[in-house]
């Protein structure tokens, strides 16, 4: 891989090697698979005849995310085009995953029965690779604290003109 060699262990008829991926960089890696006997002789090996390569991709990149918009019954936000799922945690239950729109850049999960109580959403992204953020290590995490309003009625009875009733709330 990258213009270095590795050598090929053979177990009856499967072949394999170990490559140090993490010295590769990041999209698609060009493979040349080539044995020479003892003769002199070589031989590729590919699946297509026109090129002699294989090609595999390196993904470590995490998805970007975010949350755009907390109620205490819904929550929305956007997200890389190359994320697979939306994992989203309210207050201290377990993750759920949200629905990514159609758009592959939105995403939204409905929270029932409605919060009532000021909670902390911490929301995170997983691509194909299984490349995901964290709290601690990427800022990439959405976090965002939903706030609820407290309710306040209060209901007046007008003494002098009837039964009038009024409030807010």
Do not use: C, M
Not at 68 to 76: E, R, Y
């Amino acid at each position: 891989t990258n213009g270095s060699s590795s050598t090929i262990t053979r177990t009856d008829d499967v072949f394999s090697t170990t490559v140090d991926t993490s010295i590769l960089p990041e999209g698609p890696v060009y493979v040349t698979l080539r044995g020479t006997d003892g003769a002199g002789n070589t031989r590729y090996w590919n699946n297509n005849a026109k090129n002699r390569q294989h090609v595999f991709y390196v993904d470590r990149t995490a998805p970007a995310i975010a949350i755009t918009s907390a109620t205490p019954s819904l929550i929305t936000g956007t997200v890389g085009a190359d994320a697979e799922k939306v994992l989203v945690r309210v207050g201290d239950q377990p993750e759920q995953e949200a629905t990514i729109g159609e758009d592959g850049k939105t995403w939204t999960l409905a929270i029932s029965p409605a919060l009532t109580a000021s909670t902390t959403v911490t929301a995170r992204a997983v691509d194909a690779a299984n490349n995901t953020n964290s709290a601690s290590t990427n800022p990439k995490w959405a976090t965002r604290t939903i706030s609820v309003p407290t309710n306040t009625n209060t209901i007046t009875r007008d003494t002098n003109n009837g039964p009038l009733v009024s409030g807010n709330g």
